[in-house]
């Protein structure tokens, strides 16, 4: 295609979703893809979601860590939406994917709306009303994981579906800096890491995610789902491959291939 737009953008990377098929990163045939407009293309492809009857259910975070964030030569984590379709309900498998991958995350339900700019950790928290531990399946719709910053963001972070854990708590009397997380694949523990991966404490991502908005004229709202960023690597799942994240306190989460 010679000449890309907001809207065309949108529609192709949501078909290849549906689909279920790779293509070459946006950025090699527009090379005019920032990440501004990148985020008017996530918004657009968010517009064709909700026109075909998906709810909009939260936000999730990418590239939290700042060793993930080097090799994408981006300087903040990505944003991008949820909405009930990438909910994987307890017990069922995945979905036909092209190259499935999960990672093991802190994930937030609000309790109050949330709005920057000056958003703290601690304001952020205060919001808060339950925290689990949950997995997120991600999947590039890009040949072999490969993309510049822009091509993910326009991609919606890679956002493919995700599952939480039945236990639910109050983040008051939770150490979320040192809540700890193994990653098992197939019974053996392959990655380890505490809350203080995502950016030193995951409610950093959170209030991060409220100044970022609001940079948009956006804010968070209450009852949202807010998955605030991968604590490993994440790790490919096979076909009949099975995925456990085991928590400290917010329990386990499985997920079978």
């Not at 999947?139 to 072999?144: A, G, I, L, N, P």
């Not at 096979?238 to 995925?243: K, T, Y």
């Amino acid at each position: 295609m010679s000449e890309w737009s907001i809207a065309e953008a949108a529609r192709v990377l949501l078909a290849a979703a549906d689909a279920g098929t790779a293509r070459g990163p946006l950025t090699a045939e527009w090379p005019a893809l920032d990440v501004r407009t990148a985020y008017a293309v996530q918004d657009e492809a968010l517009r064709l979601r909700l026109a075909r009857g998906e709810k909009l259910i939260g936000l999730k975070l990418g590239l939290t860590s700042k060793a993930k964030q080097e090799r994408m030569n981006v300087d903040r984590p990505v944003m991008a939406w949820l909405t009930d379709a990438m909910v994987l309900p307890a017990a069922e498998p995945l979905p036909p994917l092209i190259h499935p991958r999960a990672e093991p995350e802190i994930v937030f339900v609000l309790g109050s709306r949330l709005a920057g700019p000056g958003v703290t950790a601690a304001t952020a928290m205060a919001a808060v009303d339950r925290v689990y531990g949950g997995i997120e399946i991600i999947d590039s719709r890009y040949q072999d994981f490969r993309f510049a910053a822009a091509d993910t963001i326009a991609d919606n972070a890679s956002s493919a579906v995700f599952r939480t854990g039945p236990l639910g708590l109050a983040p008051g009397g939770l150490d979320l800096s040192l809540e700890g997380c193994l990653l098992e694949v197939d019974g053996a523990i392959v990655d380890s890491a505490t809350g203080a991966a995502v950016l030193g404490h995951p409610g950093e991502a959170l209030a991060l995610a409220a100044n970022s908005l609001a940079e948009r004229g956006l804010a968070l709202q209450a009852g949202w789902i807010v998955l605030t960023g991968g604590l490993t690597d994440a790790v490919p799942v096979d076909a009949g491959s099975r995925v456990a994240a085991h928590f400290t306190s917010l329990g386990s989460v499985t997920v079978a291939g």
